[in-house]
Structures are given as C-alpha cells and as structure tokens.
C-alpha cells in the first residue's frame, strides 16, 4: 500500500542562524527510514511521466522501487547506468522543473522528492561500497574531451563505459569545472565531486589538468595526437558587467571571480593565500542561482547586509524556489524590482554605495516575462562597501578564435545539432554552456550524455 | 608536477627559474604570461614568459620576491617541483614589420622586455633599449639585452650606473635627437608606462604595454583582470597583456592593483617568519 501522504518527507537541514556562519552543507541527507517511507509515496506508474522529465533519462520508478526493497545498492547500480555523477546531481539539479514537475503526485499534492532519494542512494553507495568500478574492456578508439565540467564528465564518464579511451583536457589545476569552481561547499561538498571524479578515473578516464585547449594545445592538434573525436564543453566564459559607472571600483566582483575565490582557492579558510574582500554590506546584481550562491557566500563570510538587487519581481526570479528560500531564512535581503545605475565609490576607491532606481512590470517582452520599466525619479542609494555583478558570461573565446570551420551563433556559442551535440565540422561535438550560455548542470549533463551517444555512432560507422 | 629545472639569483630580491614545462615552451612567444600555483594551499599568481627553449621544453620565469607566493617560489631549489604552471596565455606580443622600436623596461620588468627585444632583434628591426633601474645592485639582463640591442641606454635613480634620472628622460632624449620610431614598447611599473606614455603620446608614437592585473583563473573566466581601455572594459588575460598605452586608464589601474595591499602585506610577514623560524630551528 504506498503512502498517500500529500507532502514530501522534509528535508533534514541545518538550522538557518546557524548554517549562515558556515560552508557546512545546508541539507544533511534523509535517513534510510525517511527514504524508505518518501520511496513508498511513488506509484511505480507504467509510463513513467517522470523519466520524460529527466535529462539523462534515469529509470526513476525503477531505483525508487529498489529503495522500497531496501537494496539501497541495486538502486545506486540503476541509477548510474544513465548518470555520471549521481550524488551532484541529486543536490544541484532543479528536479521541481524536470522529473518531479511530472510525477503524478503532483497532481494533488507534492511530488515524490525524486530528488532527495536521488541523494540518498548516491551518498549511501558513496558511505558503504568501497569497491571501485572496474574499467571496461577496452574497444581501442580514443575521444578527447575538452573541459572537467559537467557537460565533459558525463561525455567521459559514457563513453568510457562503451570501452574508449578518453581523455579530459582542464584548463584549472582542478577538475570539476563549475562544480569545484562555482557551486558553493555548503551546496555541493567538494569531496563528493571529487569521489565522483575518482569513479571516471578508475574506469580509465584520464584527466590532464593545466591544459587550456586553444592555447597549450590547440582542438587540431588533438586530432593530430590520434584523437577520433573532440567534444567541447568548455563552459561559460567572460562574466557581464552592465556598464555603468564605477564598476571598476575596488570591492566589486563578477560572481565568477567572487565565487572561485571563495570555492576553488577557498578564500574563505584561514590559511588560503587567496584573499577576499571583508565586506561588511553587500549587494549581488541578478536573481538567478549564481546570485543567490553569492549572496549567501557573502553572508558566510560574516557580510551583516547582503542584499540580491534584481530588476524584475520576487515571481520572476531565475533561482530554484528552493535556493530563493533557502536565501531568505539565512536573512539575505531581496531588493527586488530595483536596478543598480551606478556603484559609487570612497576617496580611495573601494565601493560605499550602489545607487539604484526603481522599478515596475510593463508589458510582457521577448522572453514572456514582463518588462522592468525605471520609475523616474526613485533613485536611492544602498550603503555597501562590495557589489557582486551575477547577470551571465558571454562564451569563452580561445577554441573558437583557434579553430578553423567551428561555427558560432551571434553572441559566441557554438553552433551544434541538438539531438547530438554536431559541430559544424566533423568529429567536432560540443555541449554545455559553451553551446547554449549559462545554464543549468543537469542540461549540460544531459548534453554530454547526447554527445557521447552520438560520438559512439560517428567513430563506429567509420 | 613541473620541475625546477635551474635556479639563478639575479639580484637579491630577484630569482630566474627555468621550468619544465614541454607543452607550455612548444607554444609560448614573447608577451604571453604563465599562471602558476607554488602548492596545494597556494594562489594562482601570473607571470609573464621571461625566455623559452622549445628543444629543451623549458619556460624562463623572472619574479621578484613581493609577496608571499613570490616568497614561497624563491625558497624552491634546482630539482624542486612546483604544483601547477599553465600557458602560455595571453596574446603574444606583435613585433612583425617594424623597422625601429624603443623597447623601454623597468626594474624586474626587463625580464619580460627582454624576450621582445630578442625577437624584434632576430626579426631584423633596430632595436633601442632604454632600462631603469634604482640603483646598479638591481641590475638584470644586462649582456642579454646588450646582445639584441643597437643601442642600450642605463638609467638609475641614483646615478649609480649608467645616468641620473628616469627612463622618460632618456627616451626623450632619443625622440629629440631625431630617431623616428615606429613604435615604443614599454614593460615595468605601472607608473612608470603611464609617464611612458604621456611622453610618447606628445611625439604622437604608438606606445604598446604590458599589463600585469591581479588574476585569478587567466583564461577568460574570472573578470578580476580587467581593466579600462578606450572606455571599455577589457579583460588582461585574453584580450591582452598587451594594450595600446595611450588608450589605457593607468590610474584605475594602478588603484585595482593596490586592492589586497593589506593582506598581502600580513601574508608576506607571515611567510617570511615563517621562514625564519624553520631556519632557525635547523
């Protein structure tokens, strides 16, 4: 009999006053009763709507049904046939817009928390199997990946299930991309990405760090070093800045700066020789889920104001709910339909203050969303000695300007076929945030995984 | 892991190291820059690409001991390895069709003048060195320069060699004198490119530099190197080192380099305490 309850098994968490003053993760994982008993709130339908909602396609009724068999291993083994990397994506995918937005019980009600039984088979495979996973036969071709990231791990990860030889290139002295660099600790623990990563490795993935590809090495030279195929995902790129006066004040930060100093370099420990701004007020321009990762860093770090400036409405913002309100209880402060017209700075020039003006809706534009209109004359200025600039990147130039025949659309991003990741030249894949800007991990997951199918078929009928 | 290949103390604040780094040597040019991470606790620091040796695979880096990093690295012997070191990035510097260039360095950033020199020299252009320096101990690269230069011109603060005075005022002399230069290229302190260039821009001769930002990720991620060229944010690490001198804002600049001045300061007496106390309790 499977358990009507209308809501989810709440997530167990740290409290917020207290979570606020440290990197610890927020969550702290259900316990295997609580799994159990949100595992038996799936109705194991026969079409599975769920899986349809899934990137990478996980046999979600599947591994739930294992859960409630209590074969918390069998469930793990389920899962990792479609994900390369299950415990980050059960923390970081917005699972209320994909699997869970499909589950039936939803219909009345909260879905099955797809996303927190994801978790907890991942970290239970991670705290109980100590057996690595073997490298498969070998099928003798070889792929080279361009970038750690989560588009590139998951493309490594799937072909070298198939038997390739792969070889992941990274840019920084970590892998990881934007998991090590820009999801913070508190929301994805770094030792588990780097757990994840030991898995590809010991499946015979190869991983070379301090290579930047289209500048140590160039995408035809790989060619030349025997590689059949390139896979590009080699991330987002250059943050935006908004050009307005006094962003070149010291105390103002992209969120790519502000967050890798504090993820990668680990700013915010004691002994780091990396330093970060000690700011006492901060504002973080933007609503999506990189702002909301800075604003609450900022507050970690002991920042007694944090405000997130966003020009449209607390409905419009990009973030996860969950993010958003996760943000609120630990006091960040959302300043919403207001706009930054310039940062203002002391004699010394770091940052005293962000003068914004307010704003209304309009009528819907482009994107569906109603338009933020300035009300004139509202200008008002906010007493902050940092500025976080979190309004997107623009792509990474370096490959496209050093390899011939790549196609790119108008703002940078590689031209590819969706179904398979296909470049404008051939043995040329790409995916991520390189082909699409800034988006979400489970999408560049899902890419890579695409990708990986795609480059398996085109090296085959060769 | 990248192995120190050899170690030269140039003067004492100043220290050569030749690193072995096949990929990085097989493609860096004169201009472009390394970042590196001394240890596993460490910053990513850039520094510019002093020479190479393609055959050898081994890049040239010369720093001066500012910091804790730089403090870290110079306690590293021949044999040692370093944790990271990645390039060569950055645009190289363009030397091709030039029939007479100034090449102007101060202090430590001769070493980076050098390698332009060289290839400006081997490409058949006339080269005038003009290198400042506070006082004759500090002196770097002087046979090397001499070797790829028509004309090698010393100044010192304190007219300790070569004349009294700054590189602006030797460089005048040269303009007033009657060479015609097709270009200037100036590497050293941000002050002292900015008076470079304030000269230069009243003779009207395109005046490049070098620019060296505080970075973090030096591939075009972090934004922490940009700077205002022309009235548009550039960023160092992709669109640079190298920008047009008359067009940059030296004293924004100057102000984003100062910004962990403090902390650098206490990390640096840390480091250096450091240092003494482990040497003392050998």
Avoid: W
Wanted: with cysteine; charged share 30%; glycine share 10%.
């Amino acid at each position: 009999m499977p358990n009507m309850s209308l809501k989810k098994n709440e997530m167990p968490s740290q409290a917020p006053d207290v979570r606020n003053k440290n990197f610890k993760e927020v969550t702290l994982g259900y316990t295997k009763d609580q799994a159990i008993d949100e595992a038996n709130r799936c109705l194991n339908c026969k079409n599975k709507p769920c899986v349809g909602g899934c990137p990478v396609a996980i046999d979600i009724p599947e591994f739930i049904a294992k859960i409630r068999e209590e074969d918390f291993e069998g469930a793990y083994q389920i899962i990792s046939k479609s994900s390369s990397l299950p415990a980050v994506c059960g923390r970081v995918c917005p699972q209320e817009t994909q699997c869970e937005s499909k589950c039936v019980r939803g219909i009345k009600g909260e879905p099955v928390a797809i996303g927190r039984l994801e978790r907890f088979v991942a970290d239970y495979h991670m705290n109980n199997c100590k057996e690595e996973p073997k490298k498969p036969e070998q099928n003798g071709h070889r792929v080279a990946i361009i970038g750690a990231g989560p588009s590139g791990l998951t493309c490594a990860g799937d072909l070298a299930r198939l038997g390739y030889e792969v070889t992941v290139y990274e840019a920084l002295h970590l892998a990881g991309g934007v998991l090590v660099y820009g999801i913070p600790e508190f929301r994805l623990p770094k030792a588990i990405v780097q757990k994840e990563i030991k898995n590809l490795e010991a499946m015979g993935v190869k991983i070379m760090t301090n290579t930047v590809v289209g500048k140590t090495i160039s995408v035809d030279e790989l060619f030349g070093m025997g590689y059949e195929a390139v896979f590009i995902g080699s991330g987002a790129g250059l943050p935006r800045f908004m050009r307005i006066p006094g962003e070149n004040l010291k105390g103002v930060y992209s969120a790519n700066e502000y967050l890798t100093r504090v993820n990668l370099m680990k700013a915010y420990k004691k002994d780091s020789d990396t330093p970060i701004h000690n700011s006492k007020s901060v504002a973080v321009v933007g609503g999506g889920n990189v702002a909301m990762d800075a604003a609450r860093s900022a507050k970690r770090l002991g920042a007694e104001n944090v405000y997130i400036v966003y020009r449209r409405s607390m409905n419009e913002l990009p973030a996860r709910a969950e993010e958003v309100e996760h943000a609120e209880e630990e006091g960040i402060i959302f300043k919403t339909l207001n706009n930054p017209v310039e940062i203002l700075g002391d004699e010394h020039k770091f940052v005293k203050g962000i003068k914004c003006i307010e704003m209304e809706l309009g009528e819907p534009d482009d994107s569906g969303r109603r338009r933020p209109i300035p009300k004139e004359g509202s200008e008002f200025i906010l007493d902050v000695d940092c500025v976080v600039m979190a309004i997107g990147t623009s792509p990474n130039p370096l490959i496209r300007n050093t390899t011939e025949g790549l196609e790119t659309n108008k703002h940078g991003c590689f031209v590819v076929e969706e179904e398979t990741g296909k470049t404008s030249r051939e043995g040329i894949y790409a995916g991520g945030d390189a082909v699409t800007g800034a988006a979400t991990v489970i999408l560049a997951m899902g890419a890579g995984k695409d990708a990986a199918k795609s480059i398996d078929e085109y090296i085959k009928s060769k | 892991m990248y192995k120190i290949i050899k170690k030269k103390e140039l003067n004492p604040t100043v220290t050569l190291m030749e690193i072995d780094a096949p990929l990085v040597a097989k493609k860096a040019e004169p201009g472009q820059f390394i970042i590196l991470r001394v240890d596993d606790e460490g910053e990513r620091i850039p520094l510019t690409v002093a020479d190479f040796d393609r055959e050898a695979g081994t890049v040239t880096i010369i720093f001066q001991i500012v910091g804790s990093t730089t403090e870290k690295l110079n306690h590293l012997n021949e044999s040692d390895e370093i944790k990271d070191f990645v390039g060569p990035l950055g645009v190289p510097t363009h030397t091709e069709g030039f029939k007479k260039v100034a090449v102007v360095g101060g202090g430590v950033g001769c070493a980076i003048a050098y390698p332009v020199a060289k290839k400006l020299h081997n490409s058949g252009c006339e080269v005038h060195s003009v290198v400042g320096f506070r006082n004759k101990d500090l002196f770097i690269l002087e046979d090397e320069f001499k070797a790829v230069s028509d004309k090698y011109v010393v100044m010192t603060d304190d007219g300790s060699k070569g004349e009294k005075g700054l590189v602006t005022d030797a460089l005048k002399k040269l303009i007033e004198s009657g060479e015609k230069y097709d270009e200037v290229i100036a590497i050293g302190p941000l002050v002292m490119m900015k008076f470079v260039c304030r000269l230069t821009k009243e003779y009207d001769i395109k005046t490049m530099v070098s620019m060296n930002p505080i970075m973090i990720d030096g591939t075009g991620m972090c934004g922490g190197c940009r700077l205002t060229v022309g009235g548009e944010t550039k960023f160092a690490c992709v669109d640079g080192p190298d920008f047009d001198g008359h067009l940059v804002d030296f004293d924004e600049a100057i102000e984003r380099s100062n910004m962990y001045k403090d902390f650098e300061r206490q990390r640096y007496d840390e480091t250096c305490n450091l240092f003494k106390n482990m040497e003392r309790s050998v």
